[in-house]
């Protein structure tokens, strides 16, 4: 049996799952804990990425590794191969100014038809600017950046401080299409973009083939053989769709830390509005996509509020009707990406002294989080993308109110596959495509199909209250 290794390396944890690479085959896992915060030192991802590979007692007998990981983050190197500071991660807000400014210079149009995204302040090209602006001195230290699972690609290969060849650094077409400064569309980068942002040139990944390694394991890394390919890597959307097998026709919805709503299509997309994100994905098509900042820890807020457990939240829910009597939540706890609000604040709207009970509260927290959701699912529509199958993953995907009322709020019937790591599984399939030089076949399981009856009621609802806080409402019914 030949083994293969995929690596999610999310906002939260490093996963790593090992899988006979011609089956798909399951032979084990291993976990380890991320620090908190929007900014951490991208040495902790490396640490949990070697704890992650001890605790799936090692990886000595696999035979190809990939890394697929959390989009944007802005990892900053200086010339010795070490950080300038801490990695800014897709969630952290603090460069929505330097977005806004950098629509403002150019116009959104210009930048969708450029890169086929407006910039927001997850977007690398954003976080470039706010270090120019905010810290100089850091900024002038400055010699390559990279994302997330660039870095950790780097230091599989045996590089980093000591053995700081920057120029060995490599990506893959899906998450360098998440920076704002490559094109999907083109397949290139767009280094005028980035230096309009930073004001200078740095060194940048390597863009790579689907199937190219980006070269091999270096000697004398804990629990991981010398000499390994080492896949291309994606970006976590991208490294689901694969982990997922999915093709066009597809539209996958992910309740994770953030919410995500993305298809394969086999032509690039370019939305001027900047609500779609027009990526590229892990196998040479492309991934429109779009993302919010307040998906499952919405849930992990309104059991907490109510003082339940996640089971209690959603037992409440679903004893309670479908528009919740009436109660919307505003979802925005985090600020939001989608609509574009980095500054604003959640929100409960319709309360009455009758409506007032746990059960009307749980349900309004899952239909709020979902409307958010379907807002963007609109967004991809709009874009002409059609809908064969939708999917349903993530960790908030597991809970039971989430699946029963999902369909009710897309309008659409909802696929739920059976509970995995996709983001980790798509990086084990890509390093199975290096390793074999074809994309390997997996079935990872049939899928639950949920159905139900559409609430547009709703929807209209939970627009009016973005309409009475001066908000972008949703593409359908706004």
Known sequence: ??????????????????????????????????????????????????????????????????????????????????????????????????????????????????????????????????LRDAEPEAAGRV??????????????????????????????????????????????????LLERAFGRAVIVPRVLGPDQAAGVTGPGLPGIPAGIPIGPGAGDNAGAALGLGAGPGDVMVSVGTSGTVFAVTQRPTSDASGLVAGFADATGDFLPLIATLNAARVL??????????????????????AGANGVVLLPYLEGERTPNLPHATGSLHGLTLASATPATVARAVVEGMLCGLADGLDAITAQGVGVERMLLIGGGAKNPAVQAIAPQIFGLPVTVPP??????????????????????????GEGVIVTAGTRPETRARYAEAQRALGYPVSVALG
């Open 1 to 130: 049996m030949t083994l293969v290794a995929g690596v999610d390396s999310s906002t939260q944890s490093c996963k790593i799952v090992v899988r006979d690479a011609e089956t798909g085959a399951l032979v084990r896992s291993g976990r380890a804990e991320h620090p908190a915060g929007t900014a951490v030192d991208p040495e902790a991802w490396w640490q949990a990425l070697l704890a992650a590979v001890a605790d799936a007692a090692g990886i000595e007998d696999v035979a190809a590794i990939a890394v697929a990981g959390q989009q944007h983050g802005m990892v900053t190197l200086d010339s010795g191969g070490a950080s300038v500071r801490d990695a800014l991660l897709w969630n952290d807000i603090r460069s929505s100014a330097a977005a806004a400014d950098l629509v403002r210079e150019l116009g959104a149009t210009a930048w969708a038809d450029a890169v086929g995204t407006v910039p927001v302040a997850s977007f690398t090209a954003t976080k470039l600017r706010w």
């Open 419 to 444: 509970a995995g790591e996709y983001v980790a599984d798509g990086a084990a399939r890509q390093a199975a495509w290096v390793l074999t030089g074809g994309l390997p076949s997996w079935t990872l």
């Open 143 to 192: 010699a390559a950046v990279a994302l997330p699972h660039d870095y950790l690609t780097w230091r599989l290969g045996g590089f980093g401080p000591g053995r700081p060849d920057l120029d060995a650094l490599a990506t893959d077409r899906s998450d360098a299409s998440g920076t704002a400064y490559w094109s999907a569309s083109e397949g290139a980068y767009r280094l005028d």
């Open 300 to 321: 992990t807020a309104g059991a907490t509020l109510l003082g339940v457990d996640h089971d209690r939240l959603a037992a409440l829910a679903l004893g309670a009707p």
